[in-house]
Structure formats: C-alpha cells, structure tokens
C-alpha cells in the first residue's frame, strides 16, 4: 500500500493509502497534468507575446461576417497603399531621368509627397529660397519638355499625313499608268485583234 495526497473538489488535501496499482494511475495522471499545465502556460507566454507584438486575434464574440468584412477592408487598405508607393516610385523615376538630382527630390517632395517648402529645405539642408529655386528651375524644365514633347507628336503627324499623301499620289499614279496600259492594249486588239 502507498500513501497519495488527494486534492478534493472544495480544495483541501487529504494523505489517503492507496493500493500499488492506483498509487501508479495517480502519479502517471499528476504527471500528464503538470505537463499540460506546461505546455498550456508556455501557449499563454507565446499568445501574450504575440499579442504584446501588435498582433490582433479575432474576439470570439465576434460575428464571422464582421471579421471577414474587417480583414477584406485591412486586405484592400493594404492594396491600395502597395499601388500608391509604386505610383510614386514611377514618379520619382520619371522625375530622375528627366532633371537634375536636387531639381528631382526637391520637386517631388512638394508635388507628390505635399511637403512645405520650409520642410524640404530642412529635409535639405538648403534655404527654402534655395528649395523655391530647384522647384521653379523644374516646373520650368518639365514645362519645356513637355512642349518638345507636343512639338514632336505633331511633327510624327506631319510626316505621317506627308507620308500618306504620298502612298495615295502613288497609288491615283499607278492607277493611271494601268489605265493607259489597259486602253493601250484595247487599241492594239481592236487594230491587230486579238
């Protein structure tokens, strides 16, 4: 016979002689429960953490629908901000090949990223009388492009409507020279026949 101490239902402890065979269940069972008291205390560390992390679990009173409806919302919000830093990195490499470096941080910092003057000459390390200047000199060098640009889209015009005035003059010229031949050879049958 072993002695076990028995925790009853209201708490308190009592040292009861057991058979060989029960004392061993009670110790293989006390011994399966100090393990998942473990593993359930390291899972409380672990979600306390992650949670200390920032990270968000679902509340279980929650509606299924509502956290569906909340993570599409996070999942679009998410999506739209990725298009936005990449609409903005096409702009600041159209920016980059088309201006000075300074001209090109300074410029995109007002247009794109709404920047006061006063904040990009910080940002800098210039005067904003400075940052005015960049700013101006780009506006001024964009405007000029983008003239150069219309100038030569109505230049690709031109030539096209040149080049197809062109083929048509070919084609009516062409078309002659078949017609004189066609009636040329008329002329000729109805001379020598056949």
Known sequence: ?????????????????????IAEVFYELEKYEKKVNRKETRRHTSLQMLEDEGFEFADPEA???????KQEEAELEEEIEKME????????KRLDSKLTPRQAEAYF?????????VDIADEMGVTEGAVRKLILKAEDNLEKLRQKALEERKEKK?????????????????????????????????LFGK
């Open 109 to 117: 910092m007002f247009k794109y990223l709404n920047m006061k003057k």
């Open 63 to 69: 509606d299924i629908d509502t956290v569906w409806k």
């Open 1 to 21: 016979m072993k002695t076990i101490t028995y925790t009853f239902a209201d708490g308190h402890k009592q040292d009861i002689e057991v058979s060989d065979e």
């Open 158 to 190: 031109r030539q096209k409507r040149k080049e197809a005035r062109k083929r048509k003059r070919e084609r009516e010229r062409a078309l002659k020279q078949k017609e004189i031949e066609s009636a040329e050879l008329r002329l000729l049958k109805a």
């Open 85 to 92: 830093e990449e609409r903005l990195e096409r702009q600041r």
